[in-house]
């Protein structure tokens, strides 16, 4: 599980910084539950997820106020006590002494936000799934093609990047070349994006780095894609039986997310950025309920049945 | 599979030319390169997936070599980074 610092959400999510201690800036989440510490403020500590943002609403700040102030205090000390990572006060209200007192006692943040308290949670939890989502960097090229996604793989020097530049002059756009950073963002679909130092840099064996952003414009570039489609390139292998008919699909598994594959030798004169545009027209025709190789089959099969009879 | 911890020198730490200079070392074997640093992982055959690294003077990362010329190639890659990058034509 990944992690990321309270310096992050503040920026993002344009938090105010109402306190802070410099070390505690650092702390890392990783958890996207949030807790909203009401029944913590009324004594009751049991199960209290103390590694989770705690977000105070106005409930919670109204119900602080009309508590006596021994038992507040109590429950304050005790609340900030626990590791928390940092507590967000919504609505922009005031924050009153009494909680930046026990905050400053055990060097907790307290963050402020003009947002209402659901919109803060949706933001916080939509922002820290995708940044706490399972990733990986995979070798090779993305691209969209079409709308769809498609991840080229294979071996150095087997063209992928070759194979990427001809599919952008021919309009489509270029995400990551070499590395692609894949994210799982939900339980079956994966996205891709440029590591942010290289984004919309070629590497072409010869020439050296390309800008593509620069050379063919923001039309060809994107910053991000979901993976639809994985493309193998290998070498062509006399001795191995390749696909004819495209009934049976085969898939990559990425993060635990199942991916259809194909795999597309490579031969001198075989135009791949094409092979790739028709992969991604046939993804596309699946995806809508036609199976050019069962479609054919059927017609077969009818052309036979009329024999019989 | 062989692993090895490095740190560069380097004044600019590991920037386009001694990044170029490492895969085309890397690019020399067969074996499968892999430079690690904290968990990101880089294909140390290709120029750009190291840049995306962004390890600089003094960070420590890991070179992780698997395949049938494993030893020869850390070798070649334990020479060009402790070597300060220079010993590249040496070597082959």
């Known amino acids: 599980m990944s992690s990321l610092p309270v310096e992050n959400i503040i920026n993002t999510l344009n938090l105010e910084v109402i306190y802070c201690d410099q070390d505690t800036l650092s702390i890392d989440i990783d958890t996207s539950d949030i807790n909203r510490p009401g029944l913590q403020f009324a004594g009751f500590f049991d199960y209290f997820a103390h590694d989770r943002i705690q977000v105070l609403g106005k409930v919670e700040m109204t119900y602080l106020r009309q508590l006596d102030e021994d038992i507040r205090g109590r429950y304050l000390d005790k609340f900030f006590s626990y590791d928390i990572p940092c507590a967000i006060i919504s609505r922009g209200m005031d924050i009153p002494d009494y909680i930046l007192h026990y905050a400053k006692k055990y060097k907790r943040p307290v963050l402020r936000s003009d947002m209402t308290t659901t919109k803060l949670i949706n ?48 309009g489509h756009r270029l995400v990551a070349d070499d590395a692609v950073e894949i994210k799982k963002v939900a339980e079956q679909r994966l996205v891709g994006e440029a590591p942010e130092l290289i984004r919309h840099f070629m590497e072409i064996r010869g020439i050296g780095i390309i800008d593509i952003k620069a050379m063919y ?34 898939y990559t598994e990425i993060l635990g ?3 259809p594959k194909i795999v597309i030798p490579v031969r001198p004169g075989r135009n791949l950025a094409i092979i790739v545009e028709v992969a991604a027209r046939n993804w596309r025709l699946k995806k809508l309920g036609y199976n050019s190789a069962k479609e054919l089959d059927n017609r077969l099969n009818a052309l036979i049945r009329g024999n019989e009879e | ?31 499968e390169v892999l430079v690690i640093k904290n968990n990101k992982i880089g294909n140390g055959k290709s120029l750009l997936s190291i840049l995306a ?3 600089f003077k003094g960070t420590p990362f ?22 300060d990058f220079n010993e590249e034509r040496d070597q082959s």
Request: aromatic share 6%; charged share 30%; hydrophobic share 40%.
């Open chain 1, 123 to 170: 933001k916080l939890i939509g922002y820290l799934d995708s940044q706490l989502a399972p990733r990986i960097t995979k070798h090779g090229v993305l691209v969209d093609v079409y709308g769809v996604g498609i991840f080229l793989m294979g071996e150095s020097g087997i063209g992928k990047s070759e194979t990427a530049l001809e599919l952008i002059k021919r």
């Open chain 1, 217 to 250: 414009g923001v039309g060809a570039v994107i910053n991000n894609k979901p993976l639809d489609l994985a493309i193998y390139l290998e070498f062509w292998d006399n001795e191995k039986e390749y696909d004819r008919l495209g009934l049976v699909e085969d």
């Open chain 1, 257 to 259: 997310v199942k991916l």
């Open chain 2, 1 to 31: 599979m062989i692993e090895r911890e490095f740190v560069i020198n380097n004044e600019m730490g590991l920037h386009a030319r001694p990044a170029a200079k490492l895969t085309q070392v890397a690019n020399k074997y067969r074996s």
């Open chain 2, 53 to 55: 690294l962004g390890i």
């Open chain 2, 62 to 83: 890991k070179v992780r070599i698997t395949g049938p010329d494993e030893i020869e190639a850390m070798c070649g890659v334990r020479k060009l980074i402790e070597g």
